[in-house]
């Protein structure tokens, strides 16, 4: 089962498919070296596929408009998400990103119909927020040197 906000998106013959990239930057140059350089966790991908019917019409209709929907600031909408895999990765918000498709099933009066939901706010993301935000305590201003200079002017040297 998938929920976005609370509302609950039936898809029959659901799956759902986690991806995540941990990006890395080939360091070895011409050597056959295995050095890396990490550059981060990005934030995991989810890709739901399953069955509408097409008496669930309404359904299509609603997957459509969340996947289209905006925010006040004109950003794609983000979601609270509901979902066994959701739940096990820890992701708890989430925005439609890639493609959404519906196509004819080939045997069922139905859609087959797939889409993909990025992790928004992750604990990845949060851990590099927490990070930037841990920076070196400003330094004090040299009050003495200051005041030394000021000195030197008034003497003339």
């Known amino acids: 089962m998938l929920s976005l906000n609370g509302e609950i998106i039936k898809l029959d013959a659901m799956t759902v498919a986690m ?24 934030g995991k991908k989810l890709t739901f596929a399953g069955i509408i019917p097409f008496k669930s ?20 909408q983000i979601y609270r998400i509901g979902s ?4 096990a ?14 196509t004819e099933h080939g045997a069922l009066l139905a859609w087959r119909v797939s889409f993909e939901l990025r992790e928004v706010n992750g604990v990845a993301e949060q851990k590099e927020i927490r990070k930037k935000q841990q920076t070196k305590p400003e330094q004090e201003q040299n009050t003495r040197l200051q005041q030394a200079l000021k000195d030197a ?4 040297l």
């Open 19 to 42: 991806t995540m990239e941990l990006q890395d930057k080939d360091m070895s140059g011409q050597s056959s070296g295995t050095d890396a350089a990490e550059q981060g966790d990005k």
């Open 84 to 87: 066994d895999m959701a739940r």
């Open 153 to 156: 002017e008034e003497t003339g």
């Open 89 to 102: 990765l820890k992701i708890r918000q989430a925005k439609f990103t890639g493609s959404i498709t519906a």
């Open 57 to 76: 019409v309404e359904t299509l209709t609603k997957l459509y408009q969340l996947a289209s929907a905006h925010d006040e600031t004109d950003s794609r």
